[in-house]
């Protein structure tokens, strides 16, 4: 099981959104949509399920505005995609890092975020992590960080795997004309 935040939510149901920027290379990432393609291909044949905190859908349907409803349809269409809630165990998930961070003196773990952003990211990755992900996509920094400290797999965009170069089949639509219906060529 996976999960995904609200960028990787927006890239999945909107394949034409804009393109995040690698940090290595400072520009859009490169193939971004035949990434995402086959990241889907992918999690199909594995029979994947992901799923969607429900910090995280609230944040993607502000951003969806009028289109929020046709997307909320789609996301309950598709078997894949599982919405969780900040239940009683996210919130036992949470308590106990956040005491661990105070106890250690830095409530924030090291992130210079608003503190509100900091209980959001948290409580993304804390619903990830006690519904059974192993894994999580995001390109947001912080909530990378929680999800490598607690345990779980960080995975941005600029990390997902390039397919091979589609290539057009040249004879494609054309007729042979050297091969009449299954005879040998006459050279």
Do not use: C
């Amino acid at each position: 099981m996976v999960a995904i935040d609200s960028n990787f939510l927006s890239l999945l149901l909107h394949p034409k959104a804009r393109a995040p920027i690698d940090p290595g290379t400072k520009n859009p990432i490169h193939r971004l949509s035949d990434r995402i393609e086959k990241l889907i291909e992918d999690w199909e044949n594995d029979q994947e399920r992901i799923i969607i905190p429900t910090p995280v859908l609230s944040e993607f349907l502000v951003l969806a505005g009028s289109e929020a409803s046709a997307y909320l349809d789609e996301i309950n269409v598709r078997r894949m995609f599982l919405v969780k809630p900040f239940d009683a165990m996210a919130a036992i998930e949470l308590a106990a890092v956040e005491v661990e961070d105070r106890q250690a003196g830095d409530k924030r773990a090291g992130v210079s975020a608003p503190w509100q952003k900091v209980r959001f990211d948290r409580q993304i990755v804390a619903i990830a992590k006690s519904n059974g992900a192993t894994r999580i996509y995001s390109d947001d920094k912080n909530v990378r960080t929680f999800a490598i400290r607690i345990g779980l797999e960080a995975i941005s965009t600029w990390e997902l795997p390039q397919p091979a170069a589609k290539q057009a089949n040249m004879f494609e639509g054309q007729e042979s004309h050297d091969v009449d219906q299954g005879k040998p060529e006459n050279h």
